[in-house]
């Protein structure tokens, strides 16, 4: 009898979590610089908060996109890693971890030394722009992690890509 109520009680807090008047945030389409998000009943916004990982991604940019058997630099991908270490440089107790992602093409062992040359050459970058090395990791994930499923072109330059990701709360 004891196990019912238990179980009926906590049904009824898990729908009362969930329910909400409140409409999730949705990210900026251009990457600007707030989130506003609005009520039936009044009007409020909220900023993105300085120094977070919701900032680094929708204001800096978190990744930069490969040719294909490539971990040349573009100039857009310059551009975004030019952001990224200004950013760091704002912030310089943030650590980051470089990956190097490839697409679904080649072996497992080519896509992870390619993916490991992708971070790499991020990394190098973000040295060079006088981010100190030892705030920099990198790893590779090859072709395991895809950031678009799909056995097309569309979806493969999606995955040739090199992500920051910044070590904050």
């Known amino acids: 009898m004891n196990f019912k109520l238990i179980t009926a009680f906590a049904a009824a807090l898990l729908l009362a979590a969930c329910s909400s008047d409140t409409p999730p945030e ?3 389409s251009t ?3 707030t989130t506003s998000t609005t ?6 916004s909220s900023t993105v908060v300085p120094g977070s990982l919701t900032e680094f991604t ?8 490969f040719g294909y058997d ?9 551009s975004t890693l030019e952001r990224q270490a200004t ?3 704002t912030y310089p107790g943030v650590t980051v971890v470089v990956e190097g992602h490839c697409d679904e093409r080649g072996t497992r062992e ?10 790499a050459s991020v990394a190098n970058y973000l040295v060079a722009l006088g981010i100190d090395p030892n705030r920099i990791q990198t790893i590779s994930y090859g072709k395991e992690r895809p ?11 999606q995955n040739r890509r090199g992500v920051t990701v910044p070590n904050v709360q």
Do not use: I, K
């Not at 009520?39 to 409020?44: A, I, L, N």
């Not at 490539?70 to 310059?78: G, H, K, M, N």
């Not at 950031?147 to 330059?157: I, L, N, Y």
């Open 39 to 44: 009520t039936d009943s009044s009007m409020s």
């Open 58 to 65: 929708q204001n800096v940019g978190d990744r930069v996109f």
């Open 70 to 78: 490539s971990y040349e630099l573009t100039p857009d991908a310059q």
């Open 110 to 119: 080519y896509n992870l030394a390619l993916g490991e040359r992708r971070a």
């Open 26 to 28: 949705t990210p900026a």
């Open 147 to 157: 950031a678009v499923d799909g056995h097309d072109e569309t979806a493969w330059s």
């Open 87 to 89: 950013w760091l440089q």
């Open 31 to 33: 990457g600007g610089g």
